[in-house]
């Protein structure tokens, strides 16, 4: 916990790269410094620049539900994203912004150590398993090897919400996060 926290103190005030110039907040994680799971988004949105803490809104929502249903709460695991200062529009952040900002989520993912990664979307799964442009569709429902970690990838919340079929596919491979970590079935 305290790595984290001198973590987050280094990188207060952050201007390495151009998306400090849109940013209300620095998003740089929540959650349980010792989880073993935790969840990489892409970054932060309207809401979650606003507050500081990551997600929080719609999408986020739905998150706090995915995590509920293999028997977790948000506390029991770390959240975080690629990127920790929400990009104009919610675009995608460039690859550029990706490595400069992507070097303190390594770090970050060190502290916690956690067993199993939730790669949330293809720009965290692409990042995480230095891959370039893979659809999710084409690496999920596995566990890719990362370190001491396993990640699995799977659809992001924000894409579940316009696309509810891709809920189904997102239990498939929660239930393989689930049985890994030795949870209990509700
Ligand atoms: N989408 C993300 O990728 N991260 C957040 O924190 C919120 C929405």
């Known amino acids: 916990a305290q790595g984290l ?4 103190d280094f ?33 932060p949105g309207a809401d979650e620049d606003a507050q500081g803490i990551p997600f929080v809104g719609k999408a986020g929502q739905l998150l706090t539900k995915i995590i509920e249903a293999i ?7 770390y959240i975080c994203n690629v990127v920790k200062c929400r990009p104009p529009r919610n675009r995608t952040p460039l690859i550029e912004e990706q490595r400069t900002c992507g070097r303190f ?6 502290f916690v150590n956690p067993e199993v990664i939730v ?21 999920r429902n ?22 509810p079929t891709g809920k189904r596919p997102v239990w498939e491979d929660m239930k ?5 970590l030795g949870l209990e079935k509700k």
Do not use: S
Not at 119 to 139: C, D, F, H, K, S
Not at 176 to 180: A, F, S, T, Y
């Open 5 to 8: 926290c001198k973590l987050e």
């Open 105 to 110: 989520l390594e770090r970050q993912l060190e």
């Open 71 to 77: 028997n977790l709460t948000r506390e029991d695991v």
């Open 176 to 180: 393989k996060v689930r049985d890994k």
């Open 142 to 163: 596995r566990f890719h090897q990362r370190g001491n970690a396993l990640v699995m990838p799977t659809y992001h919340p924000a894409y579940l919400l316009r696309t």
């Open 119 to 139: 790669a949330l979307g293809a720009t965290a799964a692409n990042y995480l398993l230095e891959m370039e442009e893979v659809p999710v569709g084409r690496i």
């Open 11 to 43: 990188i207060a005030g952050c201007t390495r790269c151009p998306l400090h110039e849109g940013r209300r907040n620095i998003v740089f994680g929540v959650g349980n410094p010792e989880a073993r799971l935790a969840f990489v988004g892409e970054g």
